[in-house]
């Protein structure tokens, strides 16, 4: 006696006339449902041509059919792909027939949600599924695929056993108290720490690069009125979506342009000029642009030979992690030519947004920064992820100072634990339904 799982049923392609559509059912009726459209039991995995009929025998439309019986298919649970032409209306009536066959229809996301809860895919994998359709671009799309396959789930995993590992050997510990002095004392614990807090950084870099090619870079174009914000971005745009003006202070809001180099994604944003003013809009501008500054992961500071130097101190808004590029615009005026050089670790380099010169290495540096060349291993991930690496990563640290200034092996399991949970949350080992309903809401209907 299998358990019974109630089908759920949805338009899996695109809305709008396409060559072919897609219609997708998964639960415990798919036998049943496929054998009727079918009028026989259709042999698992092979496509079926046929005739759809609704329930007086007249032809809805003729397709294909597919059967993926249980566990093997998407969900892990019986799987029917019915591939008819792609008119809306054709698909709507296939899909009411489906349901009077005893279906529901699917809420978004429901489908591969059942693929994590029948253990087809962990959580971080459901997610790059979602990723996968939405990429921007082709590196964001490969790192998807990438984590979809595991890539990231199985660093995550190996993480999570080593930490355990090292947890049990501290609880152990503990639990022989006359012994527990000696035994935290001893170098091979902080050895494994060690090593384990050296793992966590390296997955934390991967990640946060793998967040920028999921997302895109964000970068911030900050610097005062005049500097050529506007027309850079516009340059690195290749359009004229900001007004460019030689009037001070025109670009009063914060501009965003979404730019694919080379098939690297960049999230610009053009900021208000930072200055202190006396006019209320262009005040709310720079408030904004302040704000914009304390979620880039790079900043771009337009400034000219004249300002470079002083203009420096709007880096002091930014969080620490980001990084700094410094353009010294307006190169033509000056009599310059581009060229680039490193001060104080910070790039620098000098071109001109509105000749062009010098554009072609700012886009390069850009790139990188992106995640391009960032090799065959990247795999995409999302905030979240990130998020609960650094969480880790601070328990991690808390673990260390327990283990060696304090010597107290219950604060240290702790910290350990702790460690545990918010690692286990990335790829759903110890996950709460909200964040499910969260992740699995945003997701399109029949995926
Ligand atoms: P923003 O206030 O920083 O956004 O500056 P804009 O992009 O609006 O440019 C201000 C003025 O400087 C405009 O007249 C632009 O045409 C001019 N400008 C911008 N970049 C350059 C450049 O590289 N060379 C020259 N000669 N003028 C520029
Ligand atoms: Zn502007």
């Given at each position: 006696?299998?358990?019974?799982?109630?089908?759920?049923?949805?338009i899996?392609?695109a809305?709008?006339?396409?060559?072919?559509?897609?219609?997708?059912?998964?639960?415990?009726?798919?036998?049943?449902?496929?054998?009727?459209?079918?009028?026989r039991?259709?042999?698992?995995?092979?496509?079926?041509?046929?005739?759809?009929?609704?329930?007086?025998?007249?032809?809805i439309?003729?397709?294909?059919?597919?059967?993926?019986?249980?566990?093997?298919?998407?969900t892990?649970?019986?799987?029917?792909?019915?591939?008819?032409?792609?008119?809306?209306?054709?698909?709507?009536?296939?899909?009411?027939?489906?349901?009077?066959?005893?279906?529901?229809?699917?809420?978004p996301?429901?489908?591969?949600?059942r693929?994590?809860?029948?253990?087809?895919?962990?959580?971080?994998?459901?997610?790059?599924?979602?990723?996968?359709?939405?990429?921007?671009?082709?590196?964001?799309?490969?790192?998807?695929?990438?984590?979809?396959?595991?890539?990231?789930?199985?660093?995550?995993?190996?993480?999570?056993?080593?930490?355990?590992?090292?947890?049990?050997?501290?609880?152990?510990?503990?639990?022989?108290?006359e012994?527990?002095?000696?035994?935290?004392?001893?170098?091979?614990?902080?050895?494994?720490?060690?090593?384990?807090?050296?793992?966590?950084?390296?997955?934390?870099?991967?990640?946060?690069?793998?967040?920028?090619?999921?997302?895109?870079?964000?970068?911030?174009?900050?610097?005062?009125?005049?500097?050529?914000?506007?027309?850079?971005?516009?340059?690195?745009?290749?359009?004229?979506?900001?007004?460019?003006?030689?009037?001070?202070?025109?670009?009063?809001?914060?501009?965003?342009?979404?730019?694919?180099?080379?098939?690297?994604?960049?999230?610009?944003?053009?900021?208000?000029?930072?200055?202190?003013?006396?006019?209320?809009?262009?005040?709310?501008?720079?408030?904004?642009?302040?704000?914009?500054?304390?979620?880039?992961?790079a900043?771009?500071?337009?400034?000219?030979?004249?300002?470079?130097?002083?203009?420096?101190?709007?880096?002091?808004?930014?969080?620490?992690?980001?990084?700094?590029?410094?353009?010294?615009?307006?190169?033509?005026?000056?009599?310059?030519?581009?060229?680039?050089?490193?001060?104080?670790?910070?790039?620098?380099?000098?071109?001109?947004a509105?000749?062009?010169?010098?554009?072609?290495?700012?886009?390069?540096?850009l790139?990188?920064?992106?995640?391009?060349?960032?090799?065959?291993?990247?795999?995409?991930?999302?905030?979240?992820?990130?998020?609960?690496?650094?969480?880790?990563?601070?328990?991690?640290?808390?673990?260390?100072?327990?283990?060696?200034?304090?010597r107290?092996?219950?604060?240290?399991?702790?910290?350990?634990?702790?460690?545990?949970?918010?690692?286990?949350?990335?790829?759903?080992?110890?996950?709460?339904?909200?964040?499910?309903?969260?992740?699995?809401?945003?997701?399109?209907?029949?995926?």
């Amino acid at each position: 006696m299998t358990q019974h799982i109630d089908t759920i049923a949805a338009i899996a392609s695109a809305p709008g006339a396409a060559g072919v559509g897609v219609l997708r059912v998964s639960g415990s009726l798919v036998p049943a449902i496929a054998q009727t459209l079918l009028g026989r039991a259709p042999q698992p995995r092979h496509a079926h041509f046929g005739t759809f009929r609704d329930t007086h025998g007249e032809a809805i439309d003729h397709g294909l059919l597919l059967h993926f019986p249980a566990p093997a298919s998407y969900t892990g649970e019986h799987v029917l792909e019915l591939q008819g032409h792609g008119s809306q209306v054709l698909l709507d009536a296939l899909l009411r027939r489906v349901c009077e066959l005893g279906a529901r229809l699917a809420r978004p996301g429901e489908f591969t949600e059942r693929a994590f809860l029948n253990g087809k895919l962990d959580l971080a994998q459901a997610e790059a599924v979602a990723d996968l359709i939405a990429a921007r671009s082709q590196a964001g799309a490969r790192a998807a695929l990438r984590s979809m396959e595991g890539v990231f789930s199985r660093k995550v995993d190996a993480l999570l056993q080593a930490l355990i590992a090292l947890r049990v050997y501290i609880e152990a510990a503990i639990d022989f108290p006359e012994e527990e002095i000696e035994f935290l004392a001893d170098p091979a614990i902080t050895r494994r720490l060690d090593s384990l807090r050296t793992q966590l950084g390296e997955l934390l870099r991967e990640a946060q690069r793998g967040l920028r090619l999921n997302d895109g870079l964000r970068v911030v174009i900050a610097g005062r009125p005049n500097a050529g914000k506007s027309s850079l971005l516009n340059a690195l745009a290749g359009s004229e979506r900001a007004i460019v003006t030689s009037i001070a202070g025109t670009t009063r809001d914060v501009l965003r342009e979404s730019v694919s180099l080379d098939g690297i994604a960049l999230e610009l944003a053009d900021t208000a000029g930072l200055r202190d003013t006396d006019d209320e809009v262009e005040r709310e501008g720079v408030r904004r642009a302040h704000g914009e500054l304390q979620r880039a992961d790079a900043a771009l500071l337009v400034t000219d030979a004249k300002h470079a130097e002083a203009d420096l101190a709007l880096f002091a808004h930014l969080p620490e992690g980001a990084e700094r590029l410094v353009l010294v615009n307006k190169i033509d005026l000056a009599n310059a030519t581009q060229h680039t050089e490193i001060r104080d670790g910070v790039r620098w380099l000098w071109a001109s947004a509105k000749t062009g010169e010098g554009l072609d290495v700012l886009r390069e540096h850009l790139k990188q920064l992106a995640g391009a060349g960032s090799g065959e291993g990247a795999f995409s991930a999302r905030r979240r992820h990130v998020l609960a690496l650094e969480t880790v990563r601070d328990h991690l640290i808390r673990t260390a100072h327990a283990l060696t200034a304090a010597r107290a092996g219950e604060l240290a399991a702790e910290e350990l634990r702790q460690a545990q949970l918010a690692l286990g949350e990335i790829t759903g080992s110890y996950t709460s339904d909200d964040l499910l309903g969260a992740i699995f809401g945003s997701f399109c209907i029949g995926k």
